[in-house]
């Protein structure tokens, strides 16, 4: 028996996040710079190292692999990878296979990811106005999003919706997109906006919109039940009793999910993140590429990161100035 993986405060970790990508073929404007620099494809893991890679982990104990990216469906044959994936949900090793997509390429793929084995998949999406949606995402286009979303439905996987909370930007659809998340079966979160890389343009579209206020908006309207629900995470879930609906808040800016953390980040370049908000990482890349013929190193280097996971972030928006700000974008490490 392979012993898992368990961090120094006693946490396990069997939680996956794989970014496949730093590419995207949106520009968030609290993602990415509209000029952004992209990583030569050398850097890149290869899909047979990100099979080996996630493979390993699963080997290790991981069950639930959440890909990402930048935007995971715009990577060149990486449905070939999901497909690889499968096996292990089949042999019941692999809980979880899911997905965290802006939607654009859902129309195309959405069968197929069902056929892989993915059952849910959240999907961003900050606005239901035309307009507005192509402001923040720079060069999205809303209707085929929905079109996306449509196809998601149809082929039978669970939708959520992920929505940044952007003060004196999607403020004013917060009911409207309660309720046409409520009208389509579909659970919502708010996440708030975090410090991460340099966009310059901060401010210019929206601001930091604190999940306490945003709450109590809510509950103007709404009478709100805390879920114990928890998912090892900073997302917290209510209930909209009118509704039955499940709203989820992110606010990875406070202290009170890291206690128990049960996941790691790999990048797109094979550096394994601990925490999110820590610089600290693992080359693993080098592990796999310096060892084609054994996994032995690449388990010693997971090992040996694991040691390192940290207690916790030190993200803090108390201050005027934004503290504990990450330098990498979330397109790198995956959000
Ligand atoms: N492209 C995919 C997407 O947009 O869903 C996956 C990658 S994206 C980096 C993952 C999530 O991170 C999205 O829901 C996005 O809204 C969120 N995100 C990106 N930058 C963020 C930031 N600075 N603060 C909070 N959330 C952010
Ligand atoms: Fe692309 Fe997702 Fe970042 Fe938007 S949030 S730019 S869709 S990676």
Same mark, same amino acid.
């Given at each position: 028996?392979?012993?898992? &993986?368990?961090? %120094? ?13 730093? !590419? ?15 990583? %030569? ?10 099979? *080996? ?7 290790? @104990? ?5 890909? #990402? ?23 019941? /090793?692999?809980?979880?296979? #899911?997905?965290? $997509?802006?939607?654009?390429?859902? =129309?195309?793929?959405? /069968? ?7 059952? *849910? ?82 401010? !210019? ?24 629900? !928890?998912?090892?995470? %900073?997302?917290?879930?209510?209930? &909209?009793? =009118? ?19 049960? *996941?790691?980040? &790999? $990048? ?20 796999? !590429?310096?060892? %084609? ?5 690449? =388990? ?20 005027? $100035? ?12 995956? @959000?």
């Amino acid at each position: 028996m392979t012993a898992p &993986l368990i961090d %120094p405060f006693a946490r396990p970790i069997d939680y996956l996040r794989v970014s496949v990508t730093d !590419r995207c073929d949106f520009r968030c404007v609290y993602c990415m710079s509209e000029n952004m620099t992209f990583l %030569p494809k050398k850097e890149l893991l290869t899909l047979e190292e990100l099979d *080996r890679m996630c493979s390993t982990f699963v080997r290790l @104990g991981v069950q639930k692999l959440r890909i #990402t990216g930048g935007e995971p469906l715009v990577r060149r044959d990486i449905m070939t990878f999901f497909r690889s994936m499968t096996r292990h949900i089949e042999a019941g /090793d692999l809980r979880e296979l #899911t997905l965290t $997509t802006n939607g654009s390429q859902l =129309e195309r793929f959405a /069968d197929d990811l069902f056929a892989a084995g993915v059952r *849910r998949v959240n999907i961003s999406l900050d606005t239901l106005d035309e307009k507005k949606f192509a402001d923040v995402t720079r060069w999205g286009r809303l209707p085929q999003v929905m079109r996306g979303i449509d196809a998601a439905q149809r082929a039978g996987l669970r939708v959520k919706i992920n929505a940044v909370a952007l003060k004196g930007f999607n403020e004013e659809e917060l009911f409207s997109i309660t309720e046409w998340c409520a009208s389509r079966d579909i659970d919502l979160t708010w996440i708030e906006v975090m410090p991460m890389g340099d966009i310059g343009n901060e401010d !210019r579209i929206g601001q930091y919109w604190k999940l306490d206020d945003l709450r109590a908006q809510l509950a103007e309207r709404y009478t709100i039940t805390d879920l114990p629900e !928890r998912t090892g995470g %900073p997302a917290r879930y209510v209930r &909209l009793e =009118e509704t039955g609906q499940k709203i989820g808040f992110i606010t990875p800016l406070t202290h009170n999910f890291c206690e128990s953390c049960n *996941r790691v980040r &790999l $990048t797109c370049t094979g550096e394994l993140f601990m925490c999110l908000g820590q610089e600290d990482n693992a080359d693993l890349r080098s592990a796999l !590429r310096n060892h %084609p013929a054994s996994d032995a190193p690449l =388990e010693e280097a997971i090992r040996e990161a694991i040691s390192r996971k940290p207690k916790g972030h030190d993200f803090d928006y108390s201050r005027q $100035t934004v503290d504990g700000r990450v330098s990498r974008h979330m397109s790198h490490t995956g @959000g």
